[in-house]
Every structure is written in structure tokens, then in C-alpha cells.
């Protein structure tokens, strides 16, 4: 009789009658889908809080620059200034949120005990960081999608250069869940991560020229702001915008691309001795 259900596939057995151990290969795929699928849904069970929350907060910043204006029309350049400010708040809201993600993620699970629970399945430190900055770069886009669907119902976003918007939206989450992964393992509890978001990432966010253009400030905060990785990544998203920038386009993407492959090995490295998360 044929089965009403599908039956998973049966586990090869040895000689002596016991399942025999599963090979998993020079990637476990299904440890990493798992894991990942796993970061995903954590955030998604509380959309309002992870998702809508800080579209809500976007777009009050939004609001308060557009009343603060009065109805004068500014120009950033050619660009009225509320069409110049659009990407950046997105940007921010892709930043923040990728951040929060893996943040607490790993510092939730080390404060009650059950990181133990990612670390002993046969998962390599790799794919221990590729799982939890993927979930912290789907949320950090999501976020980034719906804010920009809700600001484009107030100002126009057109779309000059979609590579380069995509390719910045990706590797600002990225470079944000990588730092909110390291922030995780080194934190030892909430006071800890606290300081990082206040002292770190905060100043970064709003020293990158989210909210104006660095041509407008002396040479020196000009300077500080090109030693600021966070500009680099604002400026190529606003520029895949706008067709406007502040900086040096290729020098942005070597700039993201060196950043990333330089913290995920940082938290690599972190993760295959152990530091803070192993007894």
C-alpha cells in the first residue's frame, strides 16, 4: 500500500543493525540552512518590534527634518535636500537593524546560557559566521525595503545606478552584522553592548554624512569623515540614487569589500578559539 505521506529517506545502517553517521561533506549545508532559517524566524516572531518599529523611527527623522525645514525648499548640490536625505535614513535603518540582529543574537544566548546549544552541532566557525551574518543581513534589507516603500510615498526615490544601491545595501548589512557579531562575543552582558551602540556604532552612523554633505564641513571633520567606513557605504547607496557623491566611487568599493573580508576574519578567528563564548 502505498503511503498516504512522504516518508523521509532511511538512514543507511551498518552491519550491526545501528543508523550509520551521517556524512555531512566540506560544508554542512543543512546545519547552515538550519541555523540561518533559525536567525530569520527569531526576528520575524516579532516583526513589529524588528521590522515595523524601525520604519515608524525613520520615518519620524524624516518628519522632523521636513517640518524643521518649514516648507523652505534646501538643495543638497542640484537635489532638493529631503530627496538627498531618503537613502541615508535607509541606509541607517539597513545599518541599525543588521546590527541588532546578530547582537543579540549571540549575547542573548551567551546571557542565558544556551549558546552552548549553535556551538556543539558539527558546525565550523565559517559557517557559525555565515549563518548568523545572513540572518543579520535579510533583516537589515527587509527593514531597508519596507523604509524606502514608506519614504517614497512622500519623496520621489529614483533610481540612478541599481548595482550600485544593492551592492551597498549588502555589504553595509553585512559590515554591520559582522560588527554586531564581534560586539556579541566580546560583550559579557547588556551594559557591554549598550556601550558599543553608544560609543561606536552611533557616532560612525551620524559622522558619515547620513543627514548632509561632508563638502559642507571643514577640511578637517572632511577628512575624518573619508577615514569613516560607514561614509563609504552611505555614499555609494545615495549615490545609486541620487547619481550624486561626496567621495571616490571605486575607492568606496574597495574600501566595503576589504572591511568585510577583515572583520569576518576577525570573527573567525574569534569563533575557532573559543573567545568568550567556551568554558
Known amino acids: 500500500m502505498v503511503p498516504a505521506f512522504p516518508t523521509q529517506p532511511r538512514r543507511a545502517m551498518s552491519s550491526h543493525g545501528f543508523p550509520m553517521p551521517r556524512r555531512i561533506g566540506a560544508v554542512n549545508w543543512i546545519g547552515l540552512y538550519t541555523l540561518t ?61 543588521a546590527f541588532a540582529n546578530t547582537s543579540s543574537s549571540v549575547l542573548v544566548s551567551k546571557v542565558q546560557g544556551n549558546i552552548v546549544d549553535v556551538l556543539m552541532p558539527p558546525l565550523s566557525p565559517g559557517e557559525l559566521v555565515t549563518a548568523w551574518v545572513t540572518g543579520g543581513v535579510i533583516r537589515g534589507l527587509m527593514v531597508g525595503l519596507v523604509t524606502a516603500i514608506a519614504i517614497s510615498l512622500f519623496v520621489p526615490m529614483g533610481v540612478h545606478a541599481p548595482l550600485f544601491i544593492l551592492f551597498h545595501a549588502v555589504a553595509a548589512a553585512m559590515m554591520l552584522s559582522l560588527l554586531g557579531l564581534l560586539g556579541g562575543i566580546w560583550a559579557e552582558k547588556f551594559d557591554h553592548m549598550a556601550a558599543v551602540t553608544n560609543f561606536v556604532v552611533t557616532p560612525l552612523a551620524f559622522l558619515s554624512g547620513t543627514f548632509y554633505s561632508i563638502e559642507t564641513v571643514p577640511p578637517l571633520f572632511q577628512f575624518i569623515a573619508h577615514l569613516n567606513p560607514f561614509f563609504y557605504f552611505i555614499d555609494g547607496f545615495r549615490y545609486g540614487f541620487i547619481g550624486q557623491t561626496d567621495g571616490t566611487l571605486m575607492t568606496g568599493l574597495a574600501v566595503m569589500v576589504g572591511v568585510n573580508l577583515a572583520l569576518w576574519l576577525w570573527a573567525w578567528r574569534l569563533l575557532t578559539t573559543g573567545y568568550k563564548l567556551k568554558a
Open 37 to 97: 532559517r533559525r536567525e530569520v524566524r527569531r526576528f520575524l516572531k516579532v516583526w513589529v518590534q524588528t521590522v515595523a518599529a524601525p520604519v515608524v523611527t525613520t520615518l519620524l527623522f524624516y518628519a522632523v527634518f521636513a517640518l524643521a525645514l518649514g516648507g523652505v525648499v534646501r538643495t543638497v548640490g542640484d537635489v532638493p535636500f529631503l530627496v538627498f536625505l531618503g537613502p541615508g535614513l535607509v541606509m541607517m535603518s539597513i545599518a541599525q537593524n
